[in-house]
């Protein structure tokens, strides 16, 4: 049995049916409601299951849209046409190694504070790799004349007797007194013998300079 027409109410065959607003329509009988302008299904707008142009659609003042089929229906097509655009761009930008990301002002604010985050690491990073190299090349203090306590005076420089040990300079030194060794790091020291705390005295294989030196300035070898 053919269901009958949505405006005429007669028979609608299958060679001139459209299926619209939940009602069965004759292609000459689907027309606006106001003017009877012919309508097809890519310009109607349904407004109670009545059909109506653009012109003559009716403007209602409320916003609370109700779940009718053709809003469910068109609210089930927009969602589909958003989840197409989705996987469109998605394989538009796949293997880029990026995504479009709209720059925001909340954006930049989590931007800035990942870039400080970044930058206190970078420095706390790089402080602790310096830590053990301050420690590895810093140089003793020079236990010079100027250390000696008030009053005390720096022995004079005496040779040992020779056979001492042999040391080895670690950092360089100018000698600042006619009695001392100027030392350059990696010298050899022959004959080192301990004459007073902070001192030792030895011979300089490079330059053959005999006299006094700071002790923590060489090690043993």
Same mark, same amino acid.
């Given at each position: 049995? /053919? ?5 005429? /109410? ?10 619209? =607003? ?8 689907? *027309? ?5 302008? &012919?309508?097809?299904?890519? /310009? ?9 142009? *653009?012109?003559?659609?009716?403007? +209602?003042?409320? +916003?609370?849209? +109700?779940? +009718?089929?053709?809003? =469910? ?7 589909? /046409? ?15 190694? $990026? ?35 301050? =420690? ?9 004349? $100027? ?27 100018? &000698? ?24 030792? $005295? ?12 700071? &002790? ?6």
């Amino acid at each position: 049995m /053919n269901p009958p027409c949505g405006r005429c /109410n007669k028979p609608v065959y299958p060679t001139e049916k459209i299926n619209c =607003l939940d009602k069965y329509w004759h292609k000459g009988c689907f *027309s606006c409601e106001v003017c009877k302008m &012919a309508l097809s299904m890519n /310009n109607y707008k349904g407004f109670e299951k009545k059909p109506y142009c *653009s012109m003559h659609y009716p403007k +209602t003042s409320f +916003t609370i849209v +109700t779940d +009718t089929p053709e809003n =469910l229906r068109l609210k089930q097509q927009s969602m589909l /046409n958003s989840q197409a655009l989705y996987k469109e761009d998605f394989e538009r930008n796949k293997g880029k190694g $990026f995504s479009v990301v709209a720059d925001t002002p909340e954006m930049q604010r989590v931007k800035k504070t990942q870039d400080q985050i970044s930058h206190v690491r970078r420095l706390q990073g790089a402080s602790e790799t310096l830590k053990p190299l301050n =420690l590895h090349l810093s140089q003793p203090s020079n236990p010079g004349r $100027f250390s000696q306590p008030a009053g005390q005076v720096r022995p004079a420089a005496v040779a040992p007797p020779g056979g001492g040990k042999r040391y080895q300079a670690m950092y360089s030194y100018v &000698a600042a007194e006619a009695d001392e060794v100027s030392l350059q790091e990696g010298d050899l020291i022959l004959d080192v013998e301990p004459i007073d705390e902070g001192w030792v $005295f030895g011979c300089n294989q490079r330059t053959g300079q005999r006299g006094m030196l700071p &002790a923590n300035y060489v090690r043993p070898v």
